[in-house]
């Protein structure tokens, strides 16, 4: 079906009119779509050509110039040409009709180019999640339930915990989104979004790597994925109204009940092969760490693989506002739960806890309210975010291995001067009987 092109402007009068088909096409990334013009106004015989031009070359390039066939029994011609998508985005090409050098008429049509859905995308989605289950099973057999039963009577961590996450988190995601994209709502939006998002099942993972409290972990992410339901609409039709006030965003409900869910019942098997298969248990608790370890570099790694697209869209902006929102959000929880009086342990579990965002839900949620590929598009910042969320932690990490390396010789060397003491002293006391 033809369609009239967006009108611009005309260098002669309005005789002139140029429709395509298809009109505001939509394309894949690497397809090429050809597109059918017929220009209406030649009223002589002189040769005509169109000039096409791509107002971004990185979304989209098409045929520079074409020719006009004019046709033998009408005042219009026909002419074709190819345009590819090259990348995620919105532009627009410019068709000008020229005679002799001489532009007479111009109009543009908007261009859109989406990404296709991939296998990746399925198999990634399917493998974390059949792992995560798995990680929170070992997670169930590992947990020492009396002192997650202790934590909910005197709830000190988690109501800090809950206080850096909901507070903290929501408030540092909108003044970065403010401060680094200005002008950009879309960046704004996935940065808003990625802030208000409840725990993420990492930081349980990241606790039980770093030496932390894992009941008390496992309490907070479950309390903020409850209290989810509702701070996340609190936050989005408050503050969120400064980044868009016409907007009806639908809260991922089911996303977010699937998730508690995804979280309680693995623990709940757990429990139960801690209370009845013992052995089995006892060695699932053994494996914690490395399954946690394994499943944390698998998540990374194949997260870049599958969005590797998104890597050619960075900039600086983007990266320290990856890099921003969790790492001052592990600063400004643990200094919180310092001040609170929270042991060492506690308190670098509650900064885990507030640092690791749920990236799936924000991701989730910018899919469900845009349309493509402004669902791409925005979900740049919660991709940047969960890609610099375990650097910090992968420091520290490094930094308690080679701690514990340097101790071990110092150890050593102790035991040995205490031994070659006893040694000495030994020797002195028989020779004090001789």
Avoid at 19 to 42: A, F, R, S
Avoid at 65 to 70: M, N, S, T
Avoid at 316 to 332: A, E, F, R, T
């Amino acid at each position: 079906m033809l369609a009239v092109c967006r009108y611009v402007y005309s260098q002669i009068d309005s005789k002139w009119n140029i429709t395509c088909d298809p009109t505001d096409p939509i394309l894949y990334i690497d397809e090429t779509v050809g597109v059918n013009c017929n220009v209406t106004g030649i009223e002589d015989e002189n040769i005509y050509f169109m000039q096409i031009q791509s107002q971004d070359a990185g979304i989209l390039t098409a045929d520079e110039r074409v020719l006009l066939v004019k046709s033998s029994y009408d005042n219009f011609a026909t002419s074709q040409f190819n345009m590819t998508g090259n990348f995620l985005g919105k532009t627009a090409i410019t068709m000008t009709i020229k005679s002799n050098s001489e532009a007479l008429y111009e109009e543009t049509m908007p261009i859109t180019v989406i990404r296709r859905k991939r296998a990746i995308d399925h198999i990634f989605t399917g493998s974390v999640a059949t792992l995560v289950a798995l990680i929170y099973i070992n997670f169930g057999c590992a947990l020492d339930w009396s002192e997650v039963r202790s934590g909910l009577r005197r709830p000190i961590g988690p109501v800090i915990g809950f206080i850096s996450q909901f507070l903290f988190m929501p408030l540092l995601s909108f003044g970065l989104g403010k401060v680094l994209f200005p002008s950009n709502t879309d960046m704004q939006l996935g940065m808003f979004f990625a802030g208000v998002a409840p725990a993420g099942g990492a930081s349980n993972m990241w606790t039980v790597i770093l030496g932390g409290n894992l009941s008390l972990s496992i309490t907070m992410t479950a309390i903020s994925n409850i209290a989810a339901f509702a701070m996340m609409p609190l936050w989005l039709f408050t503050l969120g109204k400064q980044i868009f006030d016409k907007s009806e965003i639908p809260v991922p409900y089911m996303q977010i009940t699937t998730y508690a869910l995804a979280l309680v019942v693995p623990l709940f098997i757990g429990y139960l092969m801690q209370r009845y298969l013992k052995r089995i248990a006892r060695f699932l608790a053994r494996i914690l760490k490395g399954f946690s370890s394994l499943l944390l570099i698998f998540i990374i790694v194949f997260a870049i693989v599958t969005n590797l697209y998104l890597f050619k869209l960075f900039s600086w902006q983007i990266i320290i506002s990856g890099l921003g929102l969790p790492w001052l959000g592990y600063v400004l929880a643990w200094i919180f739960a310092k001040i609170c009086r929270q042991s060492p342990k506690d308190a670098l579990t509650i900064a885990i806890e507030a640092g690791i965002q749920n990236t799936g839900i924000s991701i989730f949620l910018l899919r469900v309210v845009l349309p493509q590929p402004e669902a791409d598009l925005t979900t740049i910042a919660p991709v940047a975010v969960a890609i610099m969320t375990p650097i910090p932690l992968l420091l520290l990490y490094i930094c308690q291995r080679i701690r514990e390396r340097c101790k071990k010789p110092d150890e050593a060397a102790q035991i040995l001067a205490k031994d070659g003491q006893t040694f000495e002293n030994s020797d002195e006391e028989r020779n004090v009987k001789n």
